[in-house]
């Protein structure tokens, strides 16, 4: 907890209007806080201040932002700043509180309720189902009748951000449909075309032909969505608006929990998000709401976001305290007065020009010209390494694009002319080569008989077959007019062939059989998870260079079809193979998130850079059409102003916003960049933003003389013997990871069995698929908790009740017919047999799967789930209980006394008890843990062992988290292996360069 002398030493270093935003807590709050302010300073200070100076939980603050990574930034601020009540704070973006309140009260969400959020995949599923169903004359063109799929999403998306239901929506395309139908001005009247239907009418005719067909399509993808048990990610929003306005005691529970609302970024907000803060908020005339926000940087439009939202605050609560932060303590007034030149063209901004608190004005912007692309990234890569030789750090120097497709050329003179670099942007993972490799050798599995697709995969370099061996083999299919799948499959053709090495073909052929046999026998992710292995592509990619790049992109495919599974537990290697297909055929990606690195350059998109700042930016591909001026075409026109549906000049306004923020992010430099030539060698001209700035305030430099070095050196882009990217000391990464996670104690577990199990499961978390027990093991965790919820509610549960939640969590794990009939038998049999052996003895004043999200030990911090909690009649003193969904083992087992066993359960017992005494508001003293085993000894009976925690147990626990802690942080087991013989992952490092 925050101390008072260190409180007020922070609180000395604010300026005053700082201050009064961070002393402000009771009534509404408006901060216009514009780059460089402190804004999240402001935000973590008055959270530790309403804490400090009142008796509020932490649990009844609610902080929203608009990105997960902000919610993230607040939350470590906050921990740094209180400790472990930080993580005891709600802070999170509008859609994760939502989905909070969709898992914590279902009972309101009668629409929702046991449903799922939905992929975009499936979205694009639904609507194309809707349209192979019905006939629609204006959104499903004969030539595609796919076109409008994305439109049609985008569509209800920006409905539904308004607040706009299928119903409302329907009504609405009536009336507009209705209104052209009675125009009066329909037809000329004179002239050549007269008695003929006006253009501009046949035009709005369409579009309201559209809306209306529109409307059927929005009324039957929820029908849909229902019917599956699916939402979308707008549903949480929407459906929440439904359930705070049609249920007053829902509404004036969550009212009465959340005292305190701080919304960071309230200029991003939609229209639908702001309803929910108007709800929340009318319980009191002047509620403790404090927005944050800087019209100047609104850049999420495209999102729903409106800006009329932020300026319609001070309307709403006319009793308003507002504070205009005018000190920016990141960038030079050179950098502020030419943003300010920018956004002054603005017709909607709050005039509010900042100040620097540096006394050196800085230099002039550089804006630099070249003719050709080219000249452009060779320029970047001079400039950076100048400013590298000048003790810049690589991680403060940031080149931020437009688009994703920007960062190729620069990474490519960046990789070949060595310099470390990361990109920042998502970027989609089936565009990584080796993903490219695996989903091939789905294709061929999917397709085997195939031989052109045999003989594609066959040229994969980890399945390690010499070129030479594949032209002998096409040759042999000519020569013995037999397919390459026979010859394969015969081991006397193979050994007459001309070939080096018939037994790694002949290997490699079996594997594909086996693999096609068991895409149609086994569940997806297990059939998914052999492949990985069997192939050699795990151990390919943990080979490679950039290992961990390539472990995270792989985890995000395997997350991917994780979704699938769940949504589809029959899912197979056919549907996923059509899951591709779509994301291909829509245009979409499936994006992993590079991890932050020091020591190397920074790429990414303008959005992205939102929130950060550096030393230096490059600004780059600054022309018109790019970076302002962009055409848009949007295929429906929704007959009333929604937040993107605007006209050209503000779509421009926004634009320049963005090109504000991404100068704003400057501390020191900025260059901007462009080309007067494209890659197809078409001209161009600069942005007009460029000329916005005045002619005092910038520098304009011809920078012919690096397409002239390029011309001189072009071979600099085709020299394969230049290092590939240089990425930082991998142990920056690795700690970052670490520090995010924390350590749970399957973690610990894992690191004192192996620290190389750890290091993948635990910390790179490489994709592996849960194998039968640990399925069943869920799905009985799921039906005690929701059993023993419903107890503690007083409803009238047995047991019959736990084994339908069993079979329904059961079913929505990816087993086979045959498994999942033999595994709901079977957990059916022992939980009868369980509630039976246990119904009179049982506390039903539990507290179920209690999560704690973090406490610190020191400066460590240690996360956690505890089955389910029994509370003693002392009601701060309880019973911790563990179940095992295994047979019963001895107390000494348990305890790690015989011979192999490791006394891990026992140490999850302790580690429970030190997680509940760290826990910053002491709740409950924990007198004992149960190691509770689900299934019965062979002779029927069922086991409970019980123990009491001592201090000595907990001390020694401590030192044993500090000293494995101590090891991760400084990578002390990176040259060690544990003493199991043939240790898996001890193996996997073995193969790491």
């Known amino acids: 907890m925050i101390t008072e002398a260190n409180f007020a030493k922070t609180l000395a270093n604010l300026n005053p209007k700082q201050r009064e935003a961070v002393e402000t807590i009771d009534g509404p709050v408006m901060v216009i806080a514009g780059p460089g302010t402190g804004k999240t300073q402001i935000l973590t200070l008055r959270i530790a201040n309403i804490l400090a100076k009142s008796d509020t939980p932490a649990d009844s603050i609610l902080a ?59 979205r694009i599923s639904i609507i194309r189902e809707i349209l192979d169903l019905e006939p629609y004359d204006h959104i499903k063109p004969f030539g595609d009748k796919y076109f409008y799929v994305r439109d049609i999403l985008a569509s209800i998306k920006n409905l539904k951000n308004e607040g706009i239901s ?14 052209l139908e009675k125009r009066a001005d329909k037809y000329h009247l004179t002239g050549a075309h007269a008695g003929k239907i006006k253009g501009e009418y046949q035009k709005q005719l369409k579009d309201s032909q559209k809306n209306s067909e529109l409307g059927r399509v929005y009324k039957k993808y929820q029908e849909i969505l229902r019917d599956k048990r699916f939402y979308d990610f707008e549903d949480m929003i929407l459906e929440t ?20 609302l701080l919304i960071d970024e309230h200029q991003d907000t939609n229209g639908a998000q702001n309803r929910i803060l108007e709800l929340i908020c009318d319980f009191y005339p002047n509620p403790n709401l404090f927005v944050v926000g800087d019209e100047k940087q609104a850049i999420f439009r495209f999102q729903g976001a409106n800006l009329d939202n932020f300026l319609y605050f001070q309307k709403k609560y006319p009793s308003v305290k507002l504070i205009n932060l005018e000190d920016s303590y990141r960038s030079t007034q050179t950098i502020l007065d030419s943003a300010q030149d920018l956004i002054e063209k603005n017709r909607t901004t709050i005039f509010s020009p900042l100040r620097a608190t540096t006394k050196d004005v800085g230099e002039k912007i550089k804006v630099y010209a070249f003719e050709t692309p080219e000249g452009e990234g060779m320029f970047i890569v001079e400039e950076i390494k100048l400013l590298l030789d000048n003790e810049i750090k690589p991680e403060q120097i940031a080149i931020l694009y437009r688009e994703n497709r920007d960062a190729k050329l620069i990474a490519d003179f960046l990789n070949k002319a060595g310099l470390a670099y990361v990109i920042e942007s998502e970027s989609n993972i089936l565009d990584d080569p080796d993903i490219k490799k695996l989903n091939l050798i789905f294709s061929a599995i999917n397709e085997f008989g195939n031989d052109e697709k045999l003989l594609e995969v066959l040229h994969i370099d980890f399945l390690n077959i010499d070129p030479l061996d594949i032209y002998q083999l096409s040759v042999a299919t000519i020569r013995e007019k037999r397919s390459l799948h026979k010859i394969l499959d015969d081991p006397v053709i193979l050994r007459n062939l001309e070939i080096s090495n018939s037994v790694q073909l002949s290997k490699i052929y079996q594997l594909f059989k086996k693999w096609s046999k068991k895409s149609r026998n086994d569940d997806f992710i297990k059939f998914f998870e052999a492949v990985l292995n069997e192939s ?26 994780r979704k699938a599974t769940d949504d589809h537990r029959a899912y197979s290697l056919r549907e996923y193979l059509e899951h591709l297909d779509i994301l291909k055929t829509h245009g979409l990606s499936l994006q992993s998130k590079s991890a932050t690195t020091r020591n190397a350059v920074r790429l990414m998109t303008a959005h992205r850079a939102k929130g950060l700042e550096f030393s230096t930016v490059f600004l780059t591909k600054a022309v018109d059409g790019h970076w302002g001026n962009k055409r848009h075409f949007d295929k429906f026109k929704i007959p009333f102003k929604t937040s993107v549906n605007i006209d050209e000049t503000e779509k421009n306004e926004d634009e320049r916003r963005l090109f504000y923020m991404c100068l704003t992010r400057a501390k020191r430099h900025v260059f901007i960049t462009y080309s007067t030539k494209n890659e197809e060698g078409r001209d161009q001209i ?10 005092e305030l910038k520098t304009e430099i011809l920078g012919g003389d690096f397409d002239r070095k390029f011309l001189e050196n072009r071979a600099v882009l085709f020299d394969t013997s230049k290092v590939k990217n240089v990425t930082s000391d991998n142990q920056e990464l690795f700690i970052q990871i670490f520090e995010k996670r924390g350590l749970s104690v399957s973690a610990l577990n894992n690191y004192l069995a192996c620290p190389w199990k750890y290091f993948y499961l635990n910390l790179l978390r490489i994709p ?15 039906a005690l908790k929701n059993f023993f919820d419903a107890k503690r509610g007083g409803k009238l549960v047995d ?3 736990i084994l339908l939640s069993f079979e329904n ?22 939980l009868e047999k369980y509630y039976n052996f246990y119904q009179n003895s049982w506390n039903y004043n539990t507290v179920n799967e209690f999560a704690i999200k973090g406490v610190m030990l020191e400066n460590i911090k240690l996360t956690g789930k505890l089955d389910k909690i029994e509370i003693t009649e002392n009601p701060k003193h309880v019973i911790v209980v563990d179940y095992k969904t295994k047979e019963p083992g001895s107390r000494n087992q348990i305890l790690g006394l015989t011979k192999n066993s490791t006394g891990d359960y026992k140490r999850q017992l302790v580690f429970y008890k030190l997680l509940l005494e760290l826990k910053p508001e002491k709740t409950w003293e924990m007198d004992a843990g149960v190691i509770d085993f689900i299934e019965p000894n062979p002779r029927g009976t069922f086991k409970r062992e019980f123990f009491e925690i001592q201090k000595s147990e907990v001390d020694e626990l401590k030192e044993i988290i500090q000293k494995a802690v101590y090891s991760i942080r400084n990578l002390e087991f990176w040259n060690t292996r544990c003493n199991k013989k043939d240790c898996k992952y001890c193996g996997l490092r073995d193969l790491m360069r």
């Open 64 to 122: 929203l932002t608009f990105t997960e990574s902000a919610a993230a930034n607040m939350r470590r601020r906050l921990v740094n700043l209180i400790g472990s009540r930080g993580y005891y704070v709600t802070i999170g973006t509008f859609h994760s509180f939502c989905n909070t309140l969709i898992q914590e009260y279902p009972e309101n969400y009668e629409e929702l309720i046991g449903g799922k959020n939905t992929t975009e995949v499936s």
């Open 799 to 801: 047991a019959p009740s």
């Open 241 to 260: 608006i439904k359930a705070f306005e049609t249920k007053a005691e829902f509404l004036r529970e969550v009212q009465e929990k959340f005292q305190y």
């Open 809 to 830: 969590a059961l079913s929505r794990e990816p087993l086979t017919k045959t498994d999942f009939e033999e595994t709901l038998s079977y957990g059916k049999k022992i």
């Open 768 to 782: 592996r698929s849960k194998n039968k027990s640990q399925m069943f093991g869920t799905a009985v965790h799921f």
């Open 166 to 179: 299928a119903k409302a929506f329907i009504e609405i395309a009536k009336e507009e449909a209705a209104s």
């Open 686 to 695: 600069p942005s007009q933003f460029l000329g916005e700035i005045r002619a």
């Open 536 to 561: 050699g592509f795990l151990s390919h990619i943990i080979q490679h260079g950039e290992y961990l790049q390539k472990i995270d992109k792989l985890s995000s495919l395997f997350r991917e079809i």
